[in-house]
């Protein structure tokens, strides 16, 4: 039988919780004080976020006797070990110097007393050309994309350092691709698009941070950017789906680098306007965030990873725009769940990542995710399992199984969902899916490589009945009020994504490879769509593109 607490249980559970944060607080100050009063002996640029960076630190680390790498991707060089991977190991020797900057080194790289510069040229040349197409776009039968950008990294001194990144990009997508963009007027993990001549589109993508570390424990960052937690294709956490956002970060390592703690404080933008103003275009309607991660590692093959994330308020109908919540500020995981259990007028999700080095080349992994929607919970899992070097060096095996409730990432007021300029923080797919993926990538000589890629999926998907548009939970960008599933096999529909890459890596720093690229999508929803195209081309893959929804 349930027994109502009374007044004075309340009060005195409430009064031990506050005394408990306080202690938190206490610590977590002597600590960072603690941290900062070391040194440090390293530069502090991120290591690369991208797909094949991240595959050569996972090798390199199937190396270190089954250690495990950090589930939190967007950290300093220095908190990594990374005298194996290919690209800083400074052991590749050439006859000129002509073969030395295509094959291995940065294009220019300056080293003055305490300066240190690399700068790269970004770009893309490639076209496509349409296989099949059953949709009304299957006239245009040709494709392309041209982007011209430059990379430049630096630092001044071993504590402070820069990156800032730009690339301008006019592209002819395939369907799929377009429809997406015409829905919501922005470019895959890229920017806001504008119409390019007839079917095109322009958009610029732009990044960087300033990254200060006043010791070995601490780094301190502000920049323009993404973020990435997760072991596997995926997260159901944070994901560098969307486009960059401004955001200030402290990094934090403690207890013999047993423990990191990483806080994020971010600046979103919903994809509408103010009401007119007096400028020819109104600002976007913003919100903030606040991303914490505590990472443990207990032993060197176990990370245990908890997250929190909270969408704060930032404007309402009646008021307008809406001063910044400085409880928004706080930097312990946990406080704001504790005192409001996920449901208040500002959005938040918890969720936990696992990972754990099997062996020396498997490692085991998964996610889970909670959220709060009206009187219950709806739920995310990940399941994984990824090796390096299975059966013979350099290739790599990965198998994924992701799944998330109706509703997830979406709330109450939609301009509180959990997404950044219309596209989603966590998976592309939004929300009421499965999925499985399955990824294979094999590096012959280190250069010649061949990538294979399936998806299969099934999602519940919105229709326009009789009464309406429905929202059965898939559209993050809806309001929970408009819920219409009575239930969560309404109007499913499944996809199959598959591509086959064949390539040639000339140079890691800047990932420069030329490449040729068969991909296959189809779908068997209300009317059955089919894509098949071939893309050829020569591209720095710096950024991840998630083509595969």
């Known amino acids: 039988m349930f027994v109502p607490m009374s007044a004075y249980k309340q009060h005195s559970m409430i009064m031990q919780l506050k005394t408990t944060l306080k202690k938190a607080i206490r610590y977590f100050s002597l600590s960072l004080v603690l941290a900062i009063s070391l040194t440090t002996n390293a530069q502090q640029v991120n290591y690369p976020l991208n797909y094949y960076s991240q ?102 001194g071993e504590k402070f350092s820069f990156e800032t990144s730009f690339l301008e990009n006019q592209i002819y997508a395939p369907s799929y691709i377009k429809y997406y963009v015409d829905d919501k007027l922005v470019y895959l993990g890229a920017g806001r698009a504008k119409i390019y001549n007839a079917g095109g589109f322009d958009f610029a993508q732009s990044g960087g941070y300033l990254s200060y570390s006043p010791s070995e424990t601490v780094n301190l960052q502000f920049g323009h950017g993404k973020n990435f937690i997760g072991n596997g294709h995926r997260s159901l956490l944070l994901s560098d789906n969307s486009v960059n956002y401004p955001y200030l970060r402290g990094s934090f390592r403690f207890l013999k680098n047993k423990l990191h703690y990483h806080t994020t404080f971010a600046q979103l933008i919903n994809h509408e306007r103010l009401p007119i103003g007096l400028t020819p275009e109104s600002r976007f309607k913003i919100k903030n965030a606040s991303f914490h991660y505590l990472e443990i590692f207990p032993i060197p093959k176990l990370s245990i990873g908890l997250f929190e994330s909270v969408i704060w308020k930032r404007y309402n109908n009646d008021s307008g725009t809406l001063p910044v919540n400085y409880a928004s500020l706080n930097p312990i995981i946990f406080y704001r769940t504790l005192t409001s259990d996920l449901q208040d007028e500002n959005k938040s999700l918890i969720g936990v990542n696992l990972g754990f080095q099997l062996t020396k080349n498997i490692k085991l992994y998964g996610q889970f995710l909670k959220d709060k929607y009206q009187n219950g919970y709806q739920n995310g ?169």
């Not at 991977?85 to 790289?109: C, I, M, P, S």
């Open 55 to 156: 595959l050569f630190l996972e090798k390199a680390y199937s190396e270190y006797d089954s250690t495990i790498t950090p589930s939190f991707k967007v950290i300093p060089e220095s908190w990594l070990r990374l005298d194996s991977v290919w690209a800083y190991a400074g052991n590749e020797v050439y006859y000129t110097r002509a073969q030395d900057k295509l094959y291995y080194d940065h294009l220019f790289e300056i080293n003055k007393d305490k300066l240190h510069v690399t700068i790269d040229l970004l770009g893309t040349q490639e076209i496509g050309f349409e296989l099949s197409d059953t949709s009304t776009y299957s006239d245009t039968t040709t494709f392309y994309h041209n982007a011209r950008g430059f990379l430049i990294r630096g630092g001044i």
């Open 381 to 549: 899992y990940q399941f994984g399992i990824r090796t390096s070097n299975f059966l013979t060096d350099n290739l790599h095996l990965l198998a994924e199984y992701n799944s998330v409730d109706p509703y997830t990432y979406a709330f109450n007021d939609r301009l509180q969902n959990y997404s950044h300029l219309n596209q989603e923080l966590a998976h592309p797919l939004g929300a009421d899916f499965n999925e499985f993926i399955f990824r294979s990538t094999y590096f012959h000589n280190k250069r010649v490589f061949i990538d294979l890629q399936l998806n299969l999926i099934n999602q519940g998907k919105d229709y326009l009945s009789e009464f309406g548009p429905t929202n059965n939970g898939n559209n993050i960008f809806l309001d929970h009020d408009s819920n219409t599933n009575l239930g969560y096999e309404i109007n499913r529909e499944s996809m199959i994504f598959s591509s086959l890459t064949f390539g040639y890596l000339f140079n890691p720093q800047s990932n420069l490879n030329a490449y040729i690229r068969w991909i296959h999508r189809e779908n068997d929803g209300n009317t059955i769509h089919t894509n098949s195209f071939v893309r050829i081309g020569i591209r720095t893959s710096i950024f991840n593109n998630y083509d595969d929804f």
